[in-house]
C-alpha cells in the first residue's frame, strides 16, 4: 500500500486523473470503478477536460459504480445516478449502455444487490478503482461491522454517514437511511486501487488505515491487504501522520 501526500487537492485529483488516462490508454477497454460524492469531483472534471481535448477516449471502456441511495431514482437530484450523469457521464463519450450503477428502487433490493455484484464477475475484475473514505473510515457504503462483507449488499447507514451527507440534502431527515453498496471481493479483486481524502475530518480515518490493524470496524483498513492500493492524502488528511509515513508528489 502506497501512501502519497499532496498540500493541496487539485495535486492529487490530477494525479488520479493521470492514473485513469494511463489506464485508459493502455486498455481502452477497461472495466471502471467509480466512486461519487464531493472528493472525485475535481477528478472527473480534469478527466473531462481531458476527453474534450483529445487526451483521451472512453468510447470503449465500461462503469460499475460503487453504491447507491436506497429509494432515490435515477433522475432525483441527490441520486448518484444523478451526480455521475452531471459530473462525469455526460462530460465524456461512454457510449450508451456502459454507465452501471445499482437501482436503488428495485422492488427486490436484495436481488438487485446480488444480481449487480454477478454482473461484475460475469465482466470480470476492475481494471482501477476510485475510492473516497467516509470519516468512519467506510469505503463504498461498507460500514463498521463486525466483518467485512464480500458481496454487494443492502447496509443500514450509520448516523455518522448521514450526517456526513446531510449536506447534499435540506436536512439529515432526508437523507436516505440505507444504501446498496458493493463488497469488499469486487473492490478487493479490483487490479488498482485510488483512494482520495481530503481534509482534517478524513485525519482519523486515514490515521486509522495507514496505522491500525485491518479491521472490520475500520473498513478501509483492508487495502493493507491489497496488492495494488495508493492512497492520496492532503494536508489535512494527513494531520495525524508522521512525515515518515508517506511520499510526497
Avoid at 448516523?159 to 437523507?175: C, G, L, P
Amino acid at each position: 500500500m502506497k501512501i502519497l501526500y499532496a498540500k493541496d487537492a487539485d495535486t492529487l485529483s490530477r494525479y488520479a486523473a493521470d492514473r485513469f488516462v494511463e489506464q485508459i490508454k493502455s486498455n481502452p477497454k477497461s472495466i471502471l470503478g467509480l466512486a461519487t460524492g464531493s472528493t472525485p469531483k475535481k477528478m472527473y472534471e480534469y478527466l473531462g477536460e481531458d476527453t474534450h481535448v483529445g487526451k483521451v477516449s472512453f468510447s470503449e471502456a465500461t462503469s460499475f459504480n460503487l453504491d447507491e441511495y436506497v429509494g432515490l431514482a435515477a433522475d432525483h437530484p441527490a441520486s448518484y445516478h444523478y451526480f455521475m450523469e452531471e459530473y462525469f457521464f455526460s462530460k465524456v463519450d461512454f457510449k450508451e449502455g456502459a454507465n452501471s450503477l445499482p437501482n436503488g428502487v428495485a422492488e427486490n433490493l436484495e436481488k438487485e444487490a446480488l444480481d449487480y455484484d454477478q454482473r461484475i464477475q460475469d465482466v470480470g475484475e476492475l481494471d482501477i478503482l476510485i475510492l473516497g473514505i467516509g470519516s468512519n473510515a467506510h469505503i463504498g457504503f461498507n460500514e463498521p461491522d463486525d466483518v467485512f462483507e464480500p458481496l454487494t449488499h443492502v447496509v443500514a447507514l450509520d448516523h455518522s454517514t448521514r450526517q456526513d451527507n446531510a449536506r447534499f440534502f435540506n436536512s439529515i431527515d432526508e437523507v436516505p437511511t440505507h444504501a446498496i453498496s458493493l463488497g469488499m471481493r469486487a473492490i478487493m479483486r479490483a487490479k488498482k486501487v485510488l483512494l482520495l481524502a481530503f481534509g482534517e475530518n478524513k485525519a482519523e480515518a486515514i490515521r486509522d488505515l495507514v496505522k491500525g490493524k485491518v479491521d472490520p470496524k475500520v473498513p478501509a483498513s483492508i487495502l493493507q491487504l491489497h496488492a495494488n492500493a495508493t492512497i492520496l492524502i492532503d494536508e489535512g488528511a494527513a494531520s495525524l501522520l508522521d512525515e515518515s509515513d508517506y511520499t510526497s508528489i
